[in-house]
């Protein structure tokens, strides 16, 4: 290792979190960054992303905002901006829109592959990415030095390690297995119990199925069709569709979502991620309005995916290894706010690690000022979302929409609009900045 490089950062993980971190972290010359991808080539999979302002702002900063604007659909614009539509889906009939979302700022809608690839193309020479790699383990030597030991029997070192690696993280195992065995050791049995059962995520009663659809597929049978155009959401009792325009107006990206919450935080038997047929949630959606029809007809081979989450963790780090994105904080999907946390946590990462104070000597408390700052907030998008999740699916006030007279409908749709868009307006009014502030404070008064 070069005298004049001050931190060895290994992250594993090369989606849309580590890579974002990487490049954070590539702005600071005396940082060697190594980039472990258990894949065996960077082909990032999944459909449609979305970016509020707040995690639009990281990518500005990152100099990343041109080339990405090629490639989304809307484009992004300042100010008040009309979003989704929403509408009461779950009838044969034509429905109105109940509410129209209106945010500060727009959304960027990006196809996840297209936003993986700009990452790449901006990373230096110097950040290395290392496919084929899983992590098996990793050791924290009293030296401050971490051993990684991959699937494949290699061993590498760093200083810090960066557990970017997703809903079934390794990383997040062997930091949970860490903390347990620490508070074992010294008696605290409960809080070892409750650390070693957030190893494994756990189902949140949805499932979603999701498709891209060929924009002249759908003009061709729905000409009119709003998701041509416009981000649309359709709501109905325990379940909704939401459909927007990606790769420049080329694919529609659609996803149904059926909803048992009631079996939140239990075991999902079957394969969490799977190529399904239509058949398995089509009749879900027989009786909804014609526009979800036209929709469900020009679906072809949808991915079934069993939403899972992981339980609310006491911290993110242990020692030199912290946890970011869904491997710290993995939540469903419903504020379509996961990568933007994931932004946050790679951007902030790169904040304290980056920043010249931070030493092999004292690379515990920069980790301990990112967990501080970070956690708190994931864990309350967290809650918003999946607070949304059970709103769009009609549970709402302990009122069931069909009991109620058509008049009183109305009002209850008017309510939970005002109540989801509430639980959802942190994505565009507030910033990062403060977030940055705070860990700049904290860094320089250390």
Known sequence: MGSNIRLKVAICGAGIGGLTCALALSKYPDLEIDVYESANKLAEVGAGIGLFPRPWKIIRALGLEQDLLRVTELGVTDGPVTSFRYRKGDQPWESADFHQLVTTGSLALLHRADYQQTLLRHLPRSCKTHCSKRLRSYSQ??????????????????????GADGLKSVVRKCLLGERARWAQSEGRYKEAAELQQAVDPVWSGTNAYRALIPAERLHARYPSHRALTTPVQYLGKRGYVLAYPISQGKLVNFVAFTCRHDLENTKFNGPWVSVTEKSQFMPYFSKWEPEVQAMLECVE?????????????????????ALMGDAAHAMTPHQGSGAGQAIEDGYILATVLGHPKTTRDNLH????????????MAHRVMEK????????SFEFDGLDIEQLPPDQQWDFLQRMGKKFVKNWEWAWTTTVDDAVEEALKRLRHA
């Open 385 to 392: 979302t999946r607070m949304n999740g059970r709103y769009y």
């Open 365 to 376: 408390r920069a980790l301990r000022i990112y967990d501080e700052i970070r956690r708190p």
């Open 141 to 162: 030597r009293f030296s401050g030095t971490i051993e990684l030991a991959f699937d494949d029997g290699s061993v590498a070192y760093c200083d810090v390690l960066l």
């Open 301 to 321: 081979k949808p991915l079934q995916w069993a939403i899972h989450t992981v339980r609310p963790l006491r911290s993110f780090i242990s020692g030199r290894v």
